[in-house]
């Protein structure tokens, strides 16, 4: 039976509780509620109230209290309602748990999960893509699942892994993403893209919920005979560099199409790395799509204005393929 | 010739009790808390011997001496900027701090951070950061992780009365307080915040009166007496050990310094300067401890000794160190490097 990208994430979290008893969740309304967007559902009757810990609403006390367990050898996993809320706990994830490591060689292990991005007319407060304020701070790892598959391998890489990660949940992807699960204990290695779809004459590098944009997108201009590379990174820190190059490499044209706003977002810092290390093999100008510069804006006739989609990237698809 | 023996045993008898015990121990540590804070702020830092900003607790030793002494050596403390002591009662040397100070390697961040921003896991003892009482929902956190574990250690988290504004603060003990959480905040009173006093920093009289907001006990004690602070903290270690949850102590003291080295103070009062400078915690320990026979004079003046020898060689040892490799600067950003 088809597992659901959310239903991913709570097998993970399901596993990864099983097989370590340091493995915890703390985060608002998660136990008998079982979370905003249910990813936590029945957690509480397996586990009870000593490992799925439902907080006060305290952002900052919540990323806070994870670091000082993980200091104690336990293995939090503290969830934000939404990502958009992150930014109340902001100094503890960028000034905390980023430097222990580099500072006093305290290593931070814990996951804070963040349901984000748009497309659920959330407006601006309940559709954020923010990964690049984390994606800029050193010391963080930045996890953004794009499938059910690697939603479930990189929940539990991410549980496992000695650093702090952010791990980006795409709440338009929670239900309407599904496939056929692995059987039995598989992760999905942090730092390692996927290239979604083989293609020869373009390639689109993307994560998150983009990449299925830019699937339906490369199987439209692939009836006009342009054969397009789809890169899902996964991972923003640690970045697959060589999987991107290798790409672009291969195809000679690239665009770099991500949910969050252009001005200032990790697209920016890929296409850079495209001009600095394969700048000779480029055979036109490395594209950016991007929502604009504004806030998520509430009415679906400007939210839907404002999301990148499948019709703005085949324009930009068809405007770099005939540079 | 009686009464002359009579006496001497008196105070035999007294220098021997646990009370002379413990206060020699304050003493201690307060002399080396002062000593080594002294160098760093008087010598070394005019001298450019010492980087970045220099934070002293001149005149407010007696809190993290008090209170590290009713800690068990289990505990885990969260020490603030003036509580240099503490990481001296666990075992750091001086010759550590000093290197620290100078950004060598032999310091607790081997040169990635500066001053008092240090911590040793191995040692209990937790680095803050610069953002004021962002250690405190951090230190509910390694509580309830000490809860979790079912054993019965606790947690002592440190802040100045300025910190006690910031939301972490109010975040973090109330999810301790709900979390029944066996954490003890230590508040250091100096009465300022940088240049803000008390006044302007809350409209309350006492950082004791936001405790029953929180639902946990809180009590004041004299700042300036480090075993009136030990009681305290049993006290607090007591409550938070028996699964009774949080317990906040109130230190009064006051600040006989600027915020830092680089601050004048020009906007205290000089009066109170000169009131309180009648409260030296040093001072006034050293006179009890004459006054109940727990030491002579002649015993204290050799302790002070002591320290400014080892001090000495302290900062021989750490000007010793060397700085960090250039080449170390990318490494331990994460485990493995990529």
Redesign the interface.
């Known amino acids: 039976m088809a597992t659901t990208y959310l239903e991913a994430i709570r097998e993970g979290l399901f596993e990864e509780m099983d097989r370590d008893p340091n493995v915890f969740l703390l985060g608002e309304d998660i136990g008998i509620y079982g979370g905003a967007f249910k990813v936590t559902a029945g957690m509480l009757d397996r586990y009870g109230p000593r490992r799925i810990v439902d907080t006060p609403i305290s952002e900052s006390a919540i990323v806070g209290a994870a670091i000082g367990a993980s200091f104690m050898g336990l293995r939090p996993v503290a969830e934000m309602q939404f990502a958009d809320f992150i930014s109340c706990g902001f100094d503890q994830i960028v000034n905390f748990a980023a430097k222990c490591r580099y500072r006093w060689n305290a290593p931070a292990p814990m996951v804070v999960r963040a349901p984000c991005g748009g497309g659920i007319h959330g407006g601006p407060y309940h559709s954020q893509q923010n990964e690049a304020w984390f994606a800029h701070t050193p010391g963080l790892k930045v996890v953004l699942p794009a499938t059910a598959r690697d939603a479930k391998g990189l929940i539990k890489s991410a549980v496992r892994d000695n650093d702090p990660v952010i791990f980006f949940e795409h709440k338009a992807l929670y239900r309407r993403v599904k496939e056929d699960l692995p059987q039995g204990d598989y992760t999905v290695p942090l730092g390692k893209a996927n290239i979604h779809r083989e293609g020869r004459h373009l390639s689109v590098i993307t994560y998150s919920a983009m990449v299925h944009v830019a699937d339906e997108a490369a199987s439209i201009v692939a009836k006009e005979g342009l054969s397009v590379e789809v890169i899902d990174l996964r991972t923003l820190t640690p970045l697959d560099e060589d999987t991107i190059l290798a790409s672009v490499r291969k195809t000679s044209k690239a665009i770099v199409f991500h949910e969050a706003t252009l001005t200032g977002g990790f697209g920016g810092e890929i296409a850079a790395r495209i001009t600095e290390k394969a700048f000779e093999y480029l055979d036109g100008p490395v594209m950016r799509l991007a929502a604009p510069d504004t806030p998520v804006p509430f009415s679906p006739t400007l939210e839907e204005a404002y999301l990148p989609n499948v019709d703005k990237l085949v324009a930009k698809i068809r405007q770099l393929a005939a540079y | 010739m009686a009464a002359v023996k009579l006496e001497a045993l008196t105070r035999h008898d007294a220098s021997q009790s646990p009370e002379a015990d413990l206060a020699r121990k304050a003493l201690t540590y307060m002399t080396m808390m002062r000593e080594v804070e002294e160098r760093i702020e008087r010598r070394l830092y005019r001298q450019g011997k010492v980087l970045g900003g220099v934070y002293v607790g001149r005149g407010q030793e007696a809190i993290p001496v008090g209170a590290g002494l009713a800690a068990r050596p289990d505990d885990?403390l969260f020490p603030s900027h003036r509580d240099l002591a503490l990481y001296l009662m666990r075992g750091v040397t001086p010759g550590q701090i000093f290197a620290q100070y100078m950004g060598r390697v032999g310091g607790?961040?081997?040169g990635?951070?500066g001053n008092m921003?240090?911590?040793?896991?191995s040692k209990g003892l937790?680095?803050i950061?610069?953002?004021m009482a962002?250690s405190?929902?951090?230190?509910?956190?390694?509580?309830?992780?000490?809860k979790?574990?079912g054993r019965d250690q606790i947690?002592m988290v440190f802040f100045g009365d300025g910190a006690t504004s910031r939301?972490?603060w109010h975040?973090?003990i109330?999810?301790a307080a709900?979390?029944k959480a066996p954490l003890v905040l230590f508040c250091n009173n100096n009465q300022y915040a940088y240049s803000t006093p008390l006044d302007k920093q809350m409209a309350c009289a006492n950082v004791a009166d936001r405790a029953p907001g929180y639902g946990i006990p809180a009590e004041i004690v004299d700042g300036n007496d480090p075993l009136a602070i030990y009681e305290a903290g049993r006290r607090g270690a007591d409550h938070a050990r028996m699964g009774l949850g949080p317990y906040l102590i109130e230190c009064k003291t006051f600040r006989m310094t600027g915020h830092s080295a680089h601050d004048p103070a020009d906007y205290v009062p000089k009066q109170l300067f000169e009131e309180w400078s009648q409260q030296c915690p040093i001072v006034r320990l050293e006179k009890r401890m004459i006054e109940e026979g727990w030491a002579t004079s002649q015993e204290i003046a050799q302790l002070h000794e002591r320290i400014r020898l080892e001090t000495d060689q302290a900062i021989e040892w750490a000007e010793q160190s060397p700085y960090p490799d250039p080449s170390t600067l990318e490494l331990?950003?994460?485990?493995t490097k990529?």
């Open positions: 885990v607790l961040t081997r990635r951070d921003h240090m911590g040793d896991l937790v680095a950061i610069s953002a962002a405190v929902p951090v230190a509910a956190g390694a509580a309830m992780a000490l979790y574990q947690v939301g972490d975040e973090g109330n999810l709900v979390q331990d950003v994460y485990e990529g």
